[in-house]
Nanobody, 115 residues
Framework: QVRLMESGGGLVQPGESLRLSCVASRSIESGASTGWYRQVPGKQIDSVARIGSGGETTYADSVKGRFTISRDNAKNTVYLQMNSLKPEDTAVYLC?????????WGRGTQVTVSS
């Protein structure tokens, strides 16, 4: 089973940018969808972005136009470029991969947006 590990989180001021990375322990299956969720303690986890096997992308309305999801198969990595960050983007961001065996999750990386 593939293992996922996120990195790139941190503390930034409103309006700044971060790029999150999700590195897989092996090549992501060609037919697998991958993406990102985020969760604030005490709240329900929410979908942020998704990229399908054909490269098609889907975004939550709250991040559309600011976030970009991409994949680099040679590096076994999924990225989430986050621009124009807002305080409400503060959360733990988790990546996932929907392989045929089921959904696999990373451990999460903290993003904090504060002045």
């Amino acid at each position: 089973q593939v293992r996922l590990m996120e990195s790139g989180g941190g503390l930034v001021q409103p309006g700044e940018s971060l790029r999150l990375s999700c590195v897989a322990s092996r090549s992501i299956e060609s037919g697998a969808s991958t993406g990102w969720y985020r969760q604030v303690p005490g709240k329900q986890i929410d979908s942020v972005a998704r990229i399908g096997s054909g490269g098609e992308t889907t975004y939550a309305d709250s991040v559309k136009g600011r976030f970009t999801i991409s994949r680099d198969n040679a590096k076994n990595t999924v990225y989430l470029q986050m621009n124009s960050l807002k305080p409400e983007d503060t959360a733990v961001y988790l990546c996932f991969a929907d392989e045929r065996v089921g959904r696999v999750w990373g451990r999460g990386t903290q993003v904090t947006v504060s002045s």
